[in-house]
């Protein structure tokens, strides 16, 4: 069993930044490929960002692609994901995900992850 809590969430302006965090427990976050995803209210799940297990690969949503940024850090068991010039658009509740024991890069389907946070909510006012 692996839990996951997100943090750094809250209420900003359009063209505001934040960093959410994630911290995962137990032994298995340095063999895991870590996910980001969010769900605004009456829409699908969707991907956000990925990382792989070393942190040398990461992958990103058109959407927030050169605005976004995922990193981890292996001694923490903590995922991070920095987002600059927020939009209205970017509201939604922010959720990391783990998939456990992926080898080789990170995938972009919820369905490949294991574990799931609660969520932690970004609010974008214009």
């Known amino acids: 069993q692996v839990q996951l809590v997100e943090s750094g969430g809250g209420s900003v302006q359009a063209g505001d930044s934040l960093r959410l965090s994630c911290a995962a427990s137990?032994?298995?976050?340095?063999?895991?490929?870590m996910g980001w995803f969010r769900q605004a209210p009456g829409k699908e799940r969707e991907f956000v960002a990925a990382?792989?297990?070393?942190?040398?690969?990461?992958y990103y949503a058109d959407s927030v692609k050169g605005r976004t940024t995922i990193s981890r850090d292996n001694a923490k068991n903590t995922v991070y994901l920095q987002m600059n010039k927020l939009k209205p658009e970017d509201t939604a509740g922010y959720h990391c995900?783990?998939?456990?024991?992926?080898?080789?890069?990170?995938?972009?389907?919820?369905?490949?992850?294991?574990?799931w946070g609660q969520g932690t909510q970004v609010i974008v006012s214009s």
């Open positions: 137990g032994r298995t976050f340095s063999s895991s490929a």
């Open positions: 995900a783990i998939d456990i024991n992926r080898a080789v890069g990170a995938s972009t389907s919820p369905r490949s992850y294991d574990y």
């Open positions: 990382i792989s297990r070393s942190g040398y690969s990461t």
